[in-house]
C-alpha cells in the first residue's frame, strides 16, 4: 500500500470516492489533473513582476535617457538616411544626411517667399489702382504697407470706383487664388500642416468676398450704409492677404536662421535634427 501511495496520485476520485489511479507527477505527489493550479499561477505572476522589475533597474543602470533618445531618434531617421543615400550616392552618411537637411530647409524657404511675393503683387495692384504709390501724405506713419492699407480710409461707393477697383477683384485676386492652390498642392509634404491649413482659408476666403464684390450692384440698394458695406470688402482681403504674407515671411525668417545655425562639420546638428524629425512628423 505504501508504494502504491508513493507511484500514484494520492488524491480521491470525486467520482468513485477512491484513489486517483493517474500516476504522480515526478517530484510531487498529484497527477497532473489534480495537482495545484493556484501555485504555478501566482509563480508564473510573481516571476514576470521580479523580471519587469529587473529590466527596469538594468535599463536605468545600462542605459541613459539621452542614449534611449539616440535609439528612438535613430529609428526615425531612417527613412531619409536611405532618401540621402540615393540622392548623394557619392557621399558618406551624416554629409548626405546633413545636405538632405539644407536641402529641404531651402525649399521650404523658397516656397515661403513664393507665397509672400504673390500677396505683394496683389497689394502693389491695390496701391496702384488707389494711387497710393505716388503720394507721399502717409510717409512714417505706418510700419508697413499693410498697415496703410488696413487703416487708410477706402473710397466712398459708386458705380465708377466699383468698376475702377474691379481688376483687384477679379484678374488680381484670381491670380492670387490660383496660385495659391498650385503652391498648397504641390508642396504638401513640404509645408507644416498650420501653415497648410492657412493657406486653404485664405484661398476660401479671397474667393468668397470675389463673390461679394461681383454682386455689389444688384444688392448695394438693398444695404443701409453703403459705403461702409463697399469698405468692408476691401478690409477684409487686407487682414487675410496680410495675414498670409507676414506669416510666411516670419517662417521664411525663421527657416533661414535654422539653416545658417543648426549644422556644423561633425555632421547633422541640433538643428538639422530637428527639421528632419519636423519632416517626419
Known amino acids: 500500500m505504501k508504494t502504491k501511495l508513493r507511484s500514484y496520485c494520492r ?26 493550479k493556484r501555485a504555478p499561477i501566482i509563480t508564473l505572476f510573481l516571476g ?11 535599463d536605468s543602470v545600462s542605459t541613459s535617457q539621452e542614449e534611449r533618445l539616440v535609439v528612438q531618434l535613430s529609428e526615425k531617421l531612417k527613412p531619409f538616411e536611405q532618401l540621402a543615400g540615393s540622392f548623394y ?60 492699407l488696413e487703416k487708410v480710409r477706402v473710397p466712398t461707393f459708386s458705380m465708377g470706383t466699383w468698376e ?12 492670387l487664388r490660383v496660385y495659391l492652390d498650385k503652391i498648397e498642392t504641390t508642396n504638401a509634404n513640404l509645408l507644416p500642416p498650420g501653415f497648410r491649413r492657412l493657406i486653404i482659408e485664405s484661398r476660401r476666403t479671397i474667393e468668397t468676398q470675389q463673390m461679394a464684390y461681383r454682386i455689389m450692384p444688384e ?42 545655425g543648426g549644422t556644423g562639420r561633425g555632421g547633422v546638428g541640433v538643428g538639422g535634427v530637428r527639421r528632419v524629425t519636423s519632416l517626419i512628423n
Open 11 to 36: 488524491a480521491i476520485s470525486r467520482s468513485t470516492e477512491k484513489q486517483c489511479s493517474n500516476k504522480a507527477l515526478r517530484g510531487t505527489e498529484y497527477c497532473w489533473v489534480h495537482y495545484p
Open 48 to 58: 514576470a513582476l521580479l523580471s519587469l522589475g529587473l529590466r527596469i533597474a538594468y
Open 89 to 148: 550616392p557619392n557621399i558618406d552618411r551624416q554629409e548626405g544626411l546633413r545636405k538632405l537637411v539644407g536641402d529641404f530647409s531651402l525649399l521650404r524657404g523658397d516656397v515661403y517667399l513664393e507665397v509672400s511675393l504673390a500677396c505683394h503683387r496683389w497689394r502693389n495692384l491695390y496701391m496702384s489702382l488707389g494711387g497710393l504709390w505716388a503720394s507721399n501724405q502717409y510717409d512714417g506713419q505706418f510700419a508697413d504697407a499693410w498697415e496703410m
Open 164 to 175: 475702377h477697383y474691379s481688376p483687384l477683384f477679379t484678374q488680381g485676386s484670381d491670380a
Open 219 to 260: 444688392m448695394i440698394e438693398r444695404v443701409e450704409n453703403k459705403d461702409a458695406f463697399f469698405e468692408a470688402q476691401f478690409r477684409q482681403m487686407v487682414r487675410v492677404i496680410s495675414k498670409l504674407c507676414r506669416e510666411a515671411d516670419k517662417l521664411r525668417e525663421r527657416e533661414q536662421q535654422s539653416h545658417e
